[in-house]
């Protein structure tokens, strides 16, 4: 079946220090990559997305680009900030799967300090 | 907009005792809506999928008569936690898929309902 793994956390970084968070995944098919993001009591909020290899999702200074022969989704951002802490989720929706059926990774969270 | 909303945000209950909790999208219509139950520092996983109308589909190893889920309207969804025991207690998250909007990522998450049952 469809599997995402993110790297374990949690992360610590200090502001402005550059990240990254590693995901690959096993899939069926073509699938379609997501990051989502879980800020402290709010629900999960669709960070950034790409549908085919090699585009490359980007919001809010993030970015991940489909790695297709990798199988991977990395995501990075050049210079973090406190309001970047949050809990990361990588995931899919595989092509075999039903529609809006999303895998998710086991979440990493992100603490960044001033 | 494309808001979702979910009530209560957090429950204590006794064990043997039923819960239910509500979902809502506030400003769209959501032909399909999603429940996921998220372990401390695991990650989300699905329960059901529900469509308006119609009966939810269950994932592997979710017991359907005690986790009742019912879709009523293109705004409300619904999942009752019958008989709760101890290791019910968990993260409950829905999620809402935009109707109308083609495409896969237009799936928004509600903030979560905590149950803890005694």
């Known amino acids: 079946g469809d599997s995402v793994t993110q790297m374990e956390g949690p992360v610590t970084l200090s502001e402005e220090a550059f990240l990254t968070i590693n995901c690959t995944y096993t899939a069926t098919g073509y699938p379609s990559l997501f990051w989502y993001v879980q800020y402290p009591g709010e629900g999960l909020q669709l960070l950034l997305k790409?549908?085919?290899?090699?585009d490359k999702g980007s919001n809010k200074g993030f970015e991940a680009t489909y790695r297709k022969e990798t199988t991977s989704f990395h995501l990075e951002k050049g210079s973090v900030q406190v309001s970047d802490s949050a809990v990361y989720f990588c995931?899919?929706?595989?092509?075999?799967?039903?529609?809006?059926?999303?895998?998710f990774g086991q979440g990493t969270i992100l603490t960044v300090h001033p | 907009g494309a808001v979702v909303s979910q009530h209560p945000s957090r429950v204590i209950c006794k064990s043997g005792t039923s819960v239910k909790i509500e979902c809502r999208s506030l400003d769209f219509q959501a032909t399909t809506m999603f429940w996921y139950r998220q372990f401390p520092k695991q990650s989300l996983m699905l329960m059901a999928t529900s469509n308006e109308g119609s009966k939810a589909t269950y994932e592997q190893g979710v017991e359907k008569d005690k986790f009742l889920i019912n879709h009523a309207s293109l705004t409300l969804s619904t999942l009752t936690v019958t008989s709760a025991h101890p290791e019910d207690s968990s993260f409950y998250i829905c999620?809402?898929?935009?109707?109308?909007?083609?495409?896969?990522?237009?799936?928004?998450f509600g903030p979560g309902t905590r149950l803890l049952v005694l």
């Open positions: 790409a549908t085919k290899a090699d």
């Open positions: 999620s809402a898929h935009k109707r109308g909007v083609p495409g896969q990522g237009a799936q928004y």
């Open positions: 995931a899919l929706i595989g092509g075999g799967t039903s529609y809006g059926k999303l895998t």
